[in-house]
């Protein structure tokens, strides 16, 4: 599980335990309508192998190019790169598989 402060910016992973890296991620449908039906984008906290993620209550705005930026530039300042982040997203989309190049490489018949 994941806490936020939204006016430090900080995030905690409550689990001390858990050691597996994690990363800031947001899409164009990660967001909240205001009641003035404005929708806000909200990024969300990805950890490595662990299906799905969590939201945080951080306001970006109605901008998703501004708000994607800031959340590139948070995943910069803790020495993530954009190919890390894209490995720790991606594992959280799909289940370890046991495949072997072999099973990868292999021509059809």
Known sequence: MAESDSLTGSTT??????????????????????ADGSRHYYPAIVRENDPGYYRTDWDYGTDFHLAKRAVASLNQKRGIPPDVVSRIVMSSMFPKADANRHDVTADAP
């Open 13 to 34: 992973v409550t689990d001390a335990n858990d050691d597996r890296p994690y990363c800031f991620y947001l899409s164009e449908t990660m967001t909240t309508q205001h």
